[in-house]
């Protein structure tokens, strides 16, 4: 998630714009947005309400040396610090880095792969379709400690 989110939609457009169109990313410190991070949290699947589309990565027995994994990116992810592009470098980014790290991303051994469209379940409507995720396809750089 962002470090900054915004109370108005104009102002979040004006930082979208500013970021995405404005900025070619090689200053990694003038995102109005400020770093990405992550905040995870232990929470079991049966807590979860899949109200929303998703796509299942893994299921099993004991998933917790991949959660492990992932949490430790995460970690690693919050003290290295990136700039948080809305389009482009964003929580989807992060999920597959994360996802990638547990080995529980492709490409070819495993699904899902890194591409900028998921194949997702929406049970409101029952339905399967290919949405875009922006920034699923991209991996974290242009870290803070390099400017």
Known sequence: MPQHSFKH???KLGAFVREE???TGEN???????????DHHDQAIDELEFAV?????AEGRDLKSQWDRMRKFADDVNS????YRPYSQNSNSFAAG?????GLLGPGTALPEAFDHQ?????????TDSVSVPGFDRRLSNPLGEA
């Open 80 to 83: 290295t610090g990136y700039e």
């Open 53 to 57: 589309p998703h796509t299942m990565i």
């Open 28 to 38: 990694n410190r003038d995102s109005r947005f400020g770093r990405l991070q992550s």
């Open 98 to 102: 994360a996802l990638r790290h547990a």
């Open 9 to 11: 939609n104009l102002e």
């Open 119 to 127: 194949i997702v379940f929406d049970p409101a409507s029952g339905r």
């Open 21 to 23: 169109g404005l900025s």
